[in-house]
């Protein structure tokens, strides 16, 4: 969910996304669906590829992830509003136990 003091409503949010399995680091890669194998964190996230998410009204969005695994899942992202203000790279970390 993300909203702007303007109210003007979300243009784009790009996300990208990294998966620690083990001691294994992966990168999500948008425009092929795929997960590649990096070496470090820092690879990861140089391999990974944004991806365009689905904005749903003006202050809601979604995104599908598939292939997740369980490990340690990294988020980033980038909203811009409609009527150009982009905010900072938003990152978010979860633990996944199923899967």
């Known amino acids: 969910?993300?909203?702007?003091?303007?109210?003007?409503?979300?243009?784009t949010v790009?996300?990208?996304a990294i998966e620690r399995?083990?001691?294994?680091?992966?990168?999500?890669?948008?425009?092929?669906?795929?997960?590649?194998?990096?070496g470090s964190r820092a690879a990861a996230l140089r391999k990974s590829g944004a991806g365009r998410a689905v904005?749903?009204?003006s202050?809601?969005?979604s995104y599908r992830l598939p292939g997740v695994?369980?490990?340690?899942l990294v988020?980033?992202?980038?909203?811009r509003d409609k009527v150009g203000?982009?905010?900072?790279?938003?990152s978010y970390s979860q633990l996944l136990t199923h899967g």
Do not use: C, E
């Not at 969910?1 to 243009?11: P, R, S, V, Y």
């Open 85 to 90: 203000n982009t905010s900072r790279v938003l």
């Open 21 to 38: 399995r083990g001691s294994a680091w992966y990168a999500y890669r948008a425009r092929t669906h795929s997960w590649v194998r990096a």
């Open 1 to 11: 969910h993300a909203t702007d003091g303007a109210g003007t409503g979300l243009a």
């Open 55 to 57: 904005i749903a009204g």
């Open 14 to 16: 790009r996300v990208r």
């Open 69 to 72: 695994r369980r490990g340690s």
């Open 59 to 61: 202050t809601q969005w």
């Open 75 to 79: 988020v980033r992202l980038v909203a």
